[in-house]
C-alpha cells in the first residue's frame, strides 16, 4: 500500500486517506468522523426533526378547525335560507332549534334566530314595503368548548295594517 505523506503534525505523519502509521508505531484512521461530530450533528437533526413534527401537528389543527368552521358555514347557509323563505316567522321573538347529528358528523350544534324590522319606509303606512334582517347564531361543539358566529340576512316585507301601531312605536 503506497502512501503519499502531506506532512506531519504533532508526531503524526498526515496523508491523503486510508490507515496512517504514526512514528510511535500506532495506527490511526484518517478520513472519517469524530464521535464530537457525530453526536453534534445528531443533535441538530434531532432539533430539525421536532420543529417540523411540531409544525405539522398545527398545521393538523388548522386543517381540523377549518374543516368544523367549513361545516358551520355550510350548515348556517341552508338554515339562513330557509328562514329567509319562511314568511311565517314571528318577529322580535328568538326562534331556535338542533341539527341533525347527520348533517353536522355527529357533532353537536344549533342554531338560534330572531327576525326584527331594520329599516322602514319614510312613511309608516299598510301596505307599505320595508326591510326585516334575520340574525342568525350557529353554534356548534368543538371539543368541551362551544364555538359560534353570526350571520345576518335581510328580506322585504309588506306592513300588514295590524301591525303598523307596534312597527311605528319600536325604535
Known amino acids: ?22 512514528e510511535g508505531g500506532s495506527t490511526r484512521a484518517t478520513g472519517g468522523f469524530t464521535l464530537l461530530e457525530m453526536i ?9 426533526v421536532v420543529g417540523l413534527l411540531s409544525g405539522i401537528g398545527g398545521a393538523t389543527r ?17 338554515r339562513m335560507n330557509d328562514l329567509l323563505l319562511d314568511h311565517t316567522l314571528p318577529r ?34 299598510p301596505y307599505e314595503l320595508a326591510v326585516e334582517r334575520i340574525e342568525l347564531e350557529v353554534w356548534w361543539m368543538a371539543g368541551t368548548q362551544r364555538r359560534s358566529f353570526t350571520l345576518d340576512g335581510f328580506r322585504q316585507c309588506v306592513l300588514r295594517p295590524e301591525e303598523i301601531g307596534r312597527v311605528a312605536a319600536a325604535p
Do not use: C, H
Not at 388548522?62 to 341552508?78: F, H, I, K, S, W
Open 62 to 78: 388548522n386543517a381540523v378547525r377549518l374543516r368544523e368552521y367549513d361545516r358551520a358555514v355550510q350548515l348556517a347557509r341552508t
Open 92 to 125: 322580535d321573538t328568538v326562534v331556535d332549534g338542533t341539527f341533525d347529528p347527520a348533517q353536522t358528523g355527529g357533532v353537536p350544534a344549533g342554531w338560534r334566530a330572531r327576525l326584527k324590522i331594520f329599516e322602514l319606509p319614510p312613511r309608516v303606512a
Open 1 to 22: 500500500m503506497r502512501q503519499e505523506s502531506s506532512g506531519t503534525e504533532g508526531g503524526f505523519t498526515r496523508a491523503t486517506g486510508g490507515l496512517t502509521r504514526a
Open 40 to 48: 453534534v450533528a445528531s443533535t441538530i437533526m434531532a432539533v430539525a
